[in-house]
């Protein structure tokens, strides 16, 4: 049996999904799109050994094609055939979450609705009379509460029951009530023209008719009509919109409202206004306080930047790392002992474990940094950052959600790039991540030091912030360029909800930090994990596969002298240099260890001029990201051809941009 | 009439029509800015856009550029009974 769980944001869905599930989830995505899809095996105390899988829809709040969320959930729907659909609203919230609910009964498909946070509603002095809504809504509704996993069970038991005898929606005649008359008849007319067509498509007429009747194309395309029959449908809307003095989109939104409004009526003792309500409005008072708003955020960024790159994060990485080494130590002093060849040793130990270890190096602040996201996303303050934000992005196209995965950006590109997941627009997330490299990342920062300490004494620091805000300056011009020529669509309205505060739920976010670091080792690591060994191979060994005592007679040494030539116009063609920026794709940090490798005892003075150094330092904080990172791309793209043309055009861009400036600092120096 | 972006902090209106290009409106409506709907600006964010409002029950955000597609009468208005656009229900709730 396949379920489908629908439901808004904020809902509660992602916690109801793991009260049902537990830990039998897996994570795909959707056919065709990168919207993430969680499927989950509904675990059962009882000793039936029925298979019951749940599939997480997004969290959408209608079932109109105008998102990539929306689309997914409707096709999932119309096109996987679910054995039901699990439909969870909130309680408190419940008008605009049963305005999902009445799209989804149309569907005629079995299905339930879970009616989550009762607990707080009577906490609130509010009651909803659960036998009465069902029979308005012709759904059996069961009451429970996600957070405390209270009606788990029955609510298990209805849908079974519901979903194995195949009980669909009681036909509610939603357009019937109110002053609807117009809509009715408008509605019943398309039915009775589309019926064939429905039918054929195996499409319920209602849904497909209410649908047609709010403009949507893509239903007209799906039932096959004849142009014949489109006339006479747009003439049945043209008069009802003449009727009843509204366009038709705007009048079918208005009969599903008021029939809401109706049964809310009967249903529903409105709480007094709720304590969650009004905490949430006193905490919004000081976070988005028109003076202490963005200072109170920047300094919460700090203090996360502080506690996962420093603090947590940052000591636990070298505590893992000095582990990481230790252990690598071990095995090669036990590899000789045992006489293994030595270059099978070097192998095992400087190419795949140390590979291995640069992978997990990265786990700590992952992890820590997860955990301070997902607090922040789950209690609801996220949606405040992008309301506060929202007006400093808008000009290049984005809105305020994409601004704390950009920020993190600075800390690592590749929790920035996995932090993008939330944000519901595709366009809006891929342009984000393809603007995160942009956003100087805390490796590149020895490279800064290093170099610029050695060609800028006592101007170190100036350098190095130049190429902060160069990067920031860039990643703007980058961005009007791709929403001019890339992204061209507009970008999905920004109308966001701001959900009250809540306590994020322990289980959740343990959940989401399992997830995330499952996610970084098992794909992270096939791609870094090859890479380290192919760059140690390339490093060791000559073309005639001689392991090489001379770094300038290895393969890496030799493909960096033929790429060389292409770095004679911004002024550094050293096959030296050339070596290190290779490296530098396995981690930024090695960049500095090759150099000061390569030019032991002479130091990088002969290297560079003053011009050439900072075009160095500029083209090394603008291209290729890492090779974690580009596995992190590459992922969310979910494509490896649009993760490479991302490192590609990085790489060209950081190399015009380094042209340009040398020349420019030539013309001064 | 005035568009809702006009409305001040605190001030409120229902909502007699929603413009804009079909996705647009079909976001509003959605969210449950239909016509008919009372609707109080509740804030505004710090650099001045978006604002937030309050309707049937919980919180939006909306930037003004999109609020300026949706018309409202605010609080001064008083129906006569004869404005062809407002519909029945707003004549029954004055």
């Known amino acids: 049996m396949i379920i489908a769980l629908a439901g808004n944001q904020n809902c509660g869905k992602t916690t109801l999904f793991n009260a049902l599930t537990g830990s039998n989830q897996h994570v795909g995505n959707f056919p065709g799109v990168t919207v993430e899809q969680k499927v989950g095996t509904v675990k059962s105390s009882k000793k039936d050994n029925r298979d019951i899988k749940i599939v997480d829809l997004p969290g959408i709040y209608s079932l109109s094609p105008y998102t990539n969320e929306e689309i997914v959930s409707r096709d999932y729907i119309l096109n996987q055939k679910p054995d039901g659909i699990l439909n969870i609203i909130d309680a408190t919230n419940i008008e605009r979450n049963l305005y999902l609910s009445l799209q989804l009964a149309e569907l005629g498909v079995p299905m339930v609705i879970a009616l989550n946070m009762m607990d707080e509603v009577r906490d609130n002095g509010g009651n909803i009379d659960v036998e009465k809504i069902s029979k308005l809504l012709g759904v059996p509704v069961v009451p429970i509460s996600a957070a405390k996993e209270d009606g788990i069970e029955e609510l298990k038991d209805v849908f079974i029951r519901t979903f194995e005898n195949k009980i669909k929606p009681q036909v509610v005649d939603f357009c019937k009530g109110g002053d609807n008359g117009g809509v009715h008849r408008a509605l019943h007319a398309i039915m009775h023209m589309i019926e064939d067509h429905a039918q054929a498509a195996n499409i319920s007429r209602r849904f497909a008719a209410t649908k047609i009747a709010e403009g949507d194309e893509s239903m007209l395309k799906l039932l096959k009509l004849t142009t014949n029959e489109v006339e006479t449908i747009e003439h049945t809307l043209l008069q009802l919109d003449k009727e009843v003095g509204m366009d038709s989109q705007a009048a079918i939104a208005d009969m599903r409202y008021q029939f809401i409004e109706d049964v809310v009526k009967e249903t529903v003792v409105k709480q007094a206004e709720s304590k969650q309500h009004k905490t949430s409005v006193a905490i919004d008072k000081v976070l988005t306080h028109k003076y202490f708003g963005i200072p109170l955020f920047f300094m919460i960024m700090g203090i996360v930047f502080y506690l996962s790159f420093d603090l947590i994060g940052g000591n636990l990485t070298s505590l893992f790392e000095s582990v990481i080494d230790s252990a690598i130590d071990a095995i090669r002093t036990g590899l000789i002992n045992y006489q293994m060849n030595p270059v099978v040793t070097n192998m095992i130990c400087d190419g795949a474990l140390s590979g291995i270890g640069s992978v997990l190096s990265f786990l700590p602040i992952i992890i820590v940094l997860f955990l301070f996201l997902s607090l922040m996303e789950d209690s609801g303050y996220m949606a405040r950052v992008a309301y506060v934000m929202d007006k400093a992005l808008r000009k290049i196209g984005l809105s305020g959600k994409s601004f704390v995965p950009l920020l993190i950006g600075f800390g690592c590109s590749v929790p920035a790039v996995m932090s993008t997941r939330t944000l519901s627009s595709e366009r809006d997330r891929r342009m984000t991540i393809m603007l995160i490299p942009f956003m100087s990342c805390t490796a590149k920062l020895p490279i800064y030091g290093y170099i610029s300490s050695i060609m800028f004494p006592g101007k170190a620091g100036l350098i190095t912030l130049s190429l902060y805000i160069l990067g920031m300056v860039l990643s703007v011009v980058m961005a009007l360029f791709l929403k001019k020529f890339i992204f061209k669509g507009k970008s999905v309205p920004f109308v966001m909800e701001l959900p009250n505060y809540r306590i994020p739920g322990f289980k959740t976010t343990i959940m989401l930090l399992y997830d995330k670091a499952k996610d970084f080792l098992v794909r992270a690591f096939t791609v870094i994990f090859s890479a380290s060994v192919i760059i140690w191979f390339l490093q060791s060994f000559d073309f005639r596969f001689n392991v090489v005592a001379d770094t300038e007679l290895s393969i890496l040494a030799n493909v960096a002298k033929w790429i060389s030539p292409v770095f004679i116009p911004l002024g550094f063609a050293s096959w030296k240099t050339t070596t290190a920026l290779i490296s530098g794709f396995m981690a930024k940090e090695a960049v500095v260890s090759i150099l000061d490798v390569l030019t032991a005892g002479t130091g990088i003075n002969g290297l560079f001029t003053v011009a050439s150094a900072y075009s160095f330092l500029v083209f090394t904080s603008l291209y290729t990201p890492c090779v974690a990172a580009f596995a992190a791309i590459k992922n969310e793209f979910g494509s490896k051809k649009l993760g490479m043309a991302v490192a590609l055009l990085q790489s060209v861009y950081a190399w015009v941009v380094a042209f340009v400036l040398f020349r420019l600092v030539l013309l001064f120096v | ?94």
Do not use: W
């Not at chain 2, 650099?47 to 609080?75: H, K």
């Open chain 2, 1 to 94: 009439m005035k568009k809702l972006s006009e409305l001040k902090v605190g001030e409120s209106g229902t909502i007699v029509k929603v413009n804009g290009d079909r996705i647009l409106r079909g976001h509003l409506l959605d969210m449950g800015l239909t016509p008919n709907t009372c609707v109080k600006v509740s804030a505004m964010a710090p650099m001045g856009d978006p604002i937030e409002l309050f309707l049937r029950g919980y919180r939006l955000t909306l930037r003004l550029e999109d609020a300026s597609n949706i018309e409202v009468f605010d609080d001064e208005f008083k129906c006569t009974g004869n404005c062809r656009e407002c519909g029945k229900r707003i004549k029954a709730q004055s």
